[in-house]
């Protein structure tokens, strides 16, 4: 698989549930971000975790890193409609550009 | 403070033809990245650059591809020559010298016809 996978592909759950998206990568990195792009439109970055960091929460966002297993989750809890969007993980290594996944696509049904 | 500027936001062009795209990066940035985006994928790295410099070109096709980040003015990729298999859309970010975030722009829809 790629550097910076998504697993699942797609993703559909209700409003009010909770949404886990898991990322998986290969080599060394610097730190790992998740964005979310919404259909035919330009990326919103989420949140960063450093590769020294374990855990990060901003607001419903909770991002998990486990760099002995190079494996990362996003979790999304109390979801709403509006979280319908592609969602990336990209890890950034030695050289600064990012390596993307190939997204989870969410759906939150109303 | 604006953020990360590309125009056009939509580009169409027959085969043959040449694409400039261009990217204003955030007020203070001195970092820009272009990225190519195929349907239903994942961004892919194209280029790196400073101001006046290319910095990391690995993701850059060999031949049609240039890109450049003059002392002044935007970043301009340019396509020569294009071709139906590069449309796509290309997002291009900036970033400050000391932090790791990448604050990209809207992309630009480039179709050929």
């Known amino acids: 698989s790629q550097q910076g996978e998504e697993d699942p592909q797609a993703l559909s759950i209700q409003e009010g549930e909770n949404a886990t998206m898991n990322c998986s990568y290969k080599?060394?990195?610097?730190?790992l971000q998740w964005y979310r792009q919404n259909s035919g439109r330009g990326l919103v970055h989420l949140i960063l975790?450093?590769?020294?960091?374990r855990e990060k929460h901003s607001g419903r966002l909770r991002v998990t890193l486990d760099t002995s297993k190079k494996s990362s989750s996003l979790l999304i809890t109390a979801s709403r409609a509006a979280d319908t969007a592609s969602y990336f993980c990209?890890?950034?290594?030695?050289?600064?550009?990012?390596?993307f996944g190939s997204g989870t696509q969410l759906t939150v049904l109303p | 403070n604006a953020g990360v500027m590309q125009n056009p936001r939509h580009l169409v062009r027959r085969r043959g033809q040449e694409a400039r795209l261009r990217c204003s990066p955030m007020?203070?940035?001195?970092?820009v990245y272009w990225y190519r985006q195929l349907p239903e994928e994942g961004l892919k790295f194209m280029v790196y650059?400073?101001?006046?410099?290319?910095?990391?070109e690995s993701g850059m096709p060999k031949e049609r591809f240039s890109a450049e980040f003059p002392k002044e003015g935007p970043s301009i990729l340019r396509i020569q020559q294009v071709v139906r298999g590069d449309s796509a859309a290309y997002f291009c970010?900036?970033?400050?010298?000391?932090?790791?975030?990448?604050?990209f722009g809207p992309g630009t829809r480039l179709t050929v016809l």
């Open positions: 970010a900036s970033s400050s010298g000391g932090t790791d975030e990448q604050f």
């Open positions: 080599t060394s990195i610097n730190n």
């Open positions: 975790i450093r590769s020294n960091e």
């Open positions: 990209a890890t950034e290594g030695s050289a600064r550009q990012l390596t």
């Open positions: 007020k203070g940035h001195s970092h």
């Open positions: 650059l400073q101001k006046e410099n290319i910095i990391d």
